[in-house]
T-cell receptor, first 112, second 116 residues
Framework: DVKVTQSSRYLVKRTGEKVFLECVQD?????MFWYRQDPGLGLRLIYF???????EKGDIPEGYSVSREKKERFSLILESASTNQTSMYLC???????????FGPGTRLLVL | GENVEQHPSTLSVQEGDSAVIKCTYS??????FPWYKQELGKGPQLIID?????GEKKDQRIAVTLNKTAKHFSLHITETQPEDSAVYFC???????????????FGQGTELSVKP
């Protein structure tokens, strides 16, 4: 069964802290994605990766970075968290470039 | 770049009625249109998708129609049930994931409520 897991369901951080969000998929998928979800704005792509150590900017990469050292793991990093990064963060993976994306349950991040 | 508009933002129907959610896209090169359902506390899950070489696709109570000329596509749910209550997202993509050309662009979402 397809599975994408995210390290935390809820996270509370202080402004200026460095934040790591981890995502792991067990499907041997090539592609992995990080989105943020905000009411009325849908899902917006932050970064994606189509191979180990490869990364591409999405629509809203500012303030974020990513790391993909292993095929199954894709990390989202907030170098210095700010209150406007309070959001729901969703990780997804897919086998081929534009096919079904499988999403994790999301991490709700609150930055105080 | 591509832009996807989704309407309505909220939709309330009685159990057994039909529900229709509509999306329009801006880039005529888009050729893949999936629909995702997000239940409370879960990530989105693909429920149906359509490619630009067909005009309609059905899967039991759900169907999607595509009008390439008008650049809009719609999700139709018939005989709605309380378990259909969720947030639905449409998306559009141009295909291969190169230079961001194939990434999914999502609509704003529709919160569907089915009342028993």
């Amino acid at each position: 069964d397809v599975k994408v897991t995210q390290s935390s369901r809820y996270l509370v951080k202080r402004t200026g802290e460095k934040v790591f969000l981890e995502c792991v998929q067990d499907m041997d998928h090539e592609n992995m994605f990080w989105y943020r979800q905000d009411p009325g704005l849908g899902l917006r792509l932050i970064y994606f990766s189509y191979d180990v150590k490869m990364k591409e900017k999405g629509d809203i990469p500012e303030g974020y970075s990513v790391s993909r050292e292993k095929k199954e793991r894709f990390s989202l990093i907030l170098e210095s968290a700010s209150t406007n990064q309070t959001s729901m963060y969703l990780c997804a993976s897919s086998l081929w470039a534009v096919e079904t994306q499988y999403f994790g349950p999301g991490t709700r991040l609150l930055v105080l | 770049g591509e832009n996807v508009e989704q309407h309505p933002s909220t939709l309330s129907v009685q159990e057994g009625d039909s529900a229709v959610i509509k999306c329009t896209y801006s880039d005529s090169a888009s050729n893949y249109f999936p629909w995702y359902k997000q239940e409370l506390g879960k990530g989105p899950q693909l429920i149906i998708d359509i490619r630009s070489n067909v005009g309609e696709k059905k899967d039991q109570r759900i169907a999607v129609t595509l009008n390439k000329t008008a650049k809009h596509f719609s999700l139709h749910i018939t005989e709605t049930q309380p378990e259909d209550s969720a947030v639905y997202f449409c998306a559009a993509s141009k295909g291969a994931l190169d230079n961001q050309g194939g990434k999914l662009i999502f609509g704003q979402g529709t919160e569907l409520s089915v009342k028993p």
